[in-house]
């Protein structure tokens, strides 16, 4: 259910590129001041979804609303994107790329150039300032496009794929600067196709897979989907044990990995005891995001090959 | 703030950006002083050509095989005629030879002299000469006739009274038809020249975008058709500057025009006056650019690379040179039929509604003219943008309206 204190708002999305569906009626509701990750493998439709939403492409059917404006262009003043192909003018400098962009974005030139000044110095760039874009490594221009979008102190931004092509030092500055916007109070959508990132820094998150949403909810509610897992180390393994254990129990390093049993995990051990096996270690495991998304796009495969 | 308004500050950013990349690099430079490169070529081009052609006039000469008396006459004559021809037109200097017994032998034979050029040779009597000249001197050989013709008439005349002219230069202000055609065709070519130069620099100004993955930034925050017109406001603004400098060179350098040369530059008055000519010159080589520019910059929105771009530059030449031939001949036939496509057709009507200015005093057709062009800015700007965003972004359906009436036409019974 959509209400007014949504940033985003999605239905039935449906974008077709020649004979192929890209986008099969995604339905998105972020809510605002959220951090909302939009998951899927390559090609998934992830991409156009996002230009969708911010206007840059018109969908073949359904509607959206962002920041409450049934046109996206009508707020495109409260909105900064970084989109996938990283796009700077080589001849310009770091503070005027960053200037620019506000600029297009309603902020007068001044404020941006100080801004910028101010944001490079706080994301240890104070050096290339006033350097031209072409002489900074792939990562530095790829920050400068970062600060570039969120100068303006949107009140929504949307990040395609933004961690991709940095080191593990600027990904975790990126973290920090997502966390720090949120805290701002503004809403960020970002897609990505690595889960670790989705896991530590989303409220919500949405997986799209083969141009549709096949889930939506928590981080803790997409673990849910699979069912817990269980490592046992028998003290003294030998005959018979495998019998004793589930029917997808597989052996895993010292141990043993298997689906935690409807009824709970006492009478299984119960009896593993009871025939001479004994315990040296148990964990119950959550799975982690990664699991689920797997499962989900696995899934959606499994349901396109079938509809072949 | 209205959408309107924050469209047009959008517009002016995108203006801004592309007029600084543009003017603050040394390539500006080379195309600022371009005009001085092609001049200076071509002067020492010129310069060369006039040295060959003077060599060539030195050593050529018109034969004379006359007696006495005959070539003294002539050379009279010559004294006479010669200063009605200056420069090129100049004709060889005259070189007598005594008379053979066989002079249309002797003639044929000059005409073969290795030493000299000589283009006709006259032999006598004055009054029934004979001349022969080589293929391609047949202006020397009218000029030795018409020398033998005016000897005749002073051996004949004698010592009696011969008519002398006062010639003396007068000033005049008062226009003339001729100086209105000419100011005419100066605002057309004017235009024409200006935005030969100009208005091609934008075709390949969105390609720029493309390659650098900007326009992804631009089409998120901007509508296209705000990010072509910037284009073209801010490429605009660089002819303003380009035609600024060298409109304050020119201007200054008429100071130093020979009088004749003024004088004859006040005959050529437009018929709207020189306030109102300026203006409208200045008002028409906007919207001839932003006209030619805004279809230039649509078509080339659809090249990718660079030798796309390249290969439009000849339909674009062939584009501008045919509006030029269209408005002048507007501009030469005004109130004709032609006239009146050339100033209706969107392409060609700021050209040939210039060379209107020139012929007919009436302000209120450029009003309307001005206004015509303007909308059809806005519609190739407009036309522009769709097709970039359909053919480039990928944005456009994939089942247009008019793929959809086609396919109802196949599937209907017939």
Redesign the interface.
């Known amino acids: 259910m959509t209400n007014a204190a949504d940033a985003i708002t999605a239905e039935g999305l449906v974008k077709?590129?020649?004979?192929r569906r890209v986008v099969d009626g995604v339905d998105l509701i972020v809510p605002q001041g959220a951090i909302y990750g939009v998951l899927g493998p390559n090609g998934a439709g992830k991409t156009t979804t996002l230009?969708m939403l911010?206007?840059?492409?018109?969908p073949?059917a359904g509607a959206r609303t962002l920041l409450g404006r049934a046109h996206p262009?009508?707020a495109?003043?409260e909105?900064g994107?970084l989109?996938e192909?990283?796009?700077?003018?080589?001849?310009?400098k770091a503070k005027e790329a960053i200037a620019?962009?506000g600029?297009?974005?309603?902020l007068d030139w001044r404020t941006g150039r100080a801004r910028a000044v101010e944001m490079l110095e706080a994301a240890g760039l104070g050096h290339a300032v006033d350097e031209k874009i072409r002489k900074l490594s792939k990562g530095m221009a790829q920050l400068v496009?970062l600060l570039?979008s969120v100068v303006h102190q949107p009140r929504l931004i949307v990040l395609d794929e933004p961690f991709s092509g940095l080191d593990p030092v600027n990904q975790e500055r990126l973290e920090r600067l997502i966390l720090a916007e949120r805290d701002r109070g503004a809403t960020i959508l970002f897609s990505t196709h690595v889960m670790a990132h989705a896991q530590r820094l989303c409220d919500r998150l949405a997986i799209i897979a083969r141009g549709r949403r096949r889930f939506e909810g928590t981080v803790d509610e997409a673990r849910g989907l699979l069912p817990q897992q269980v490592h046992y180390v028998p003290h003294h393994g030998g005959t018979g044990l495998s019998a004793l254990l589930p029917p997808d129990a597989r052996e895993s390093g010292d141990g043993w990995r298997f689906t935690l049993p409807g009824e709970g995990i006492e009478q299984l051990l119960t009896r593993l005891i009871a025939a001479g096996h004994g315990i040296s270690g148990l964990s119950i495991e959550r799975p982690g995001l990664h699991e689920a998304f797997v499962r989900v796009v696995e899934q959606a495969d499994a349901e396109a090959g079938g509809a072949r | 703030m209205t959408p309107l308004r924050r469209q047009w500050r959008q517009t002016l950013t995108i203006a801004r950006r592309d007029f600084v990349a543009t003017v603050f690099t040394p390539i500006f430079l080379l195309f600022l002083f371009a005009p001085l490169i092609m001049a200076s070529f071509g002067a020492i081009g010129g310069m060369g050509a006039a040295s060959v052609s003077a060599g060539s006039t030195d050593k050529a000469r018109l034969v004379l095989l006359l007696d006495a008396e005959e070539a003294a006459a002539v050379r009279v004559a010559d004294a006479q005629l010669r200063p009605l021809f200056s420069g090129e037109a100049r004709p060889p200097e005259l070189e007598v030879r005594a008379p053979e017994t066989d002079t249309g032998r002797q003639a044929r034979t000059a005409l073969d002299d290795s030493r000299v050029d000589v283009p006709a040779v006259m032999r006598g009597p004055l009054a029934h000469p004979a001349i022969v000249y080589a293929a391609g001197s047949r202006d020397g050989a009218r000029y030795l006739a018409a020398l033998a013709d005016r000897a005749v008439l002073g051996l004949a005349a004698g010592d009696a009274v011969r008519s002398t002219a006062r010639i003396e230069r007068i000033v005049t202000t008062a226009p003339s038809q001729g100086g209105r055609k000419a100011s005419a065709f100066f605002a057309v070519f004017g235009i024409f020249f200006l935005t030969l130069f100009l208005s091609g620099q934008v075709v390949g100004t969105m390609a720029e975008e493309r390659n650098n993955k900007v326009i992804e930034v631009l089409a998120a925050a901007v509508p296209l058709e705000s990010v072509f017109l910037g284009k073209l406001l801010g490429m605009f603004g660089v002819a303003v500057l380009f035609v600024a400098f060298w409109g304050t060179i020119v201007a200054q350098g008429t100071q130093f025009l020979p009088a004749d040369v003024a004088s004859g530059l006040r005959q050529v008055v437009p018929a709207v006056g020189y306030g109102w000519f300026a203006l409208l010159f200045a008002a028409y080589f906007t919207t001839a650019y932003l006209l030619l520019g805004s279809v230039f910059l649509g078509v080339g929105a659809q090249a990718s690379t660079m030798r796309e771009i390249q290969m439009l530059s000849l339909p674009i030449t062939i584009v501008q040179v045919a509006m030029f031939a269209l408005a002048s001949a507007a501009a030469s036939k005004p109130g004709t039929w032609v006239a009146t496509l050339a100033e209706v057709f969107p392409l060609s009507s700021p050209f040939a509604m210039a060379g209107h200015a020139a012929n007919s005093p009436a302000l209120w057709p450029h009003a309307a003219a001005l206004a015509w062009q303007l909308l059809w800015v806005a519609i190739f700007i407009t036309v522009g943008a769709r097709l970039f965003r359909r053919g480039v972004l990928q944005s456009g359906s994939a089942n247009p309206l008019w793929k959809r009436l086609l396919r109802r036409t196949e599937t209907l019974p017939h």
């Open positions: 077709r590129f020649g004979d230009r911010l206007g840059i492409i018109e073949d262009r009508d495109s003043d909105v994107y989109p192909e990283r796009g700077l003018y080589p001849a310009m620019f962009m600029a297009l974005r309603g496009q570039g």
